[in-house]
């Protein structure tokens, strides 16, 4: 009898460590997502890089061959040629789909290449800092609150972006962009992530906009990061 509550109490123990040891693992792929979100932003860096026509190649096809690899690599995972427990952060619900982190990588490249700096930055700034905040804050904070805070956030990062335009036009894609990135993380889908969402939905309205007051002879602002 005492060794059978002995036996039990070793296997309750083990329990626990595993429980202790899955419950870190957990912890660490959390901030490991939080942190890879946030790194995000290093990739304005693309701003930066001088205007010579071998660095204008580098700066088209980097990018490309940068995504295409994941796209291979996600690929391999998603048809069970590479093990998903070799993807340090992955959800369980991209197990059979592809990582959050592609659809993060296609909506940078996407704006880099085919958008105006001055969509693509707030945009980009959204994904890397607006979108973990809200996750964090979801943990603590009703859906309506957090959305609220979103979009207060997104609305200052457009701000800054656009601080050089007039003053409706600055209040006009700021509203319209926050709008959009909140949209963007609010609309869920299974087959399409947020983390491409939360960029291009805005940067769609504000191409919109572009395009409007383009037309009616107002001019957009000057980019705020210049080449070196």
Known sequence: MHRSNVNRGEKENQIDRIKKKMDSVEFDAHWYRRVFHTFGASFLVYYLL?????INLFKFWAPILLVSFAVFLECLRVTGKINSGHFFGLRVYEKKRFGSYLYFGVGVLILLLFFPQQI??????CACIADPIMGELRNNLGKKQVYIIGFIICMFLFLITWHKADMW????????GASGAVLGEVKKLWWLDDDFMIQIVPAVLLLIIWITISYFGFVPPEPIIYSW
């Open 169 to 176: 036009m600055m209040f006009l894609v700021s509203i319209a």
């Open 50 to 54: 001088p205007d010579l026509e071998w």
């Open 120 to 125: 693509a930055v707030p945009c980009i700034l």
